[in-house]
């Protein structure tokens, strides 16, 4: 996964690029939440919780 800064409908987000379909999930019961764009899944850490959320990210992944 690759986490970038995205801009979506006027609000900065942070998004997790690349994220595996069976991962999507783990990743919403830690705080990410998505949107399915262009038929896409996107999925996106919330601005204010970024820092704890990744930090979970983090660990669960060593």
Known sequence: MTIK???VNGSPRIELVGAPAQQIAWLKS???FTEVIQYRTRVFLPVPAAAEVLERILA???
Do not use: E, K, Q, V
């Open 5 to 7: 800064r995205a801009l």
């Open 30 to 32: 830690i705080g990410c």
């Open 60 to 62: 669960g992944s060593g």
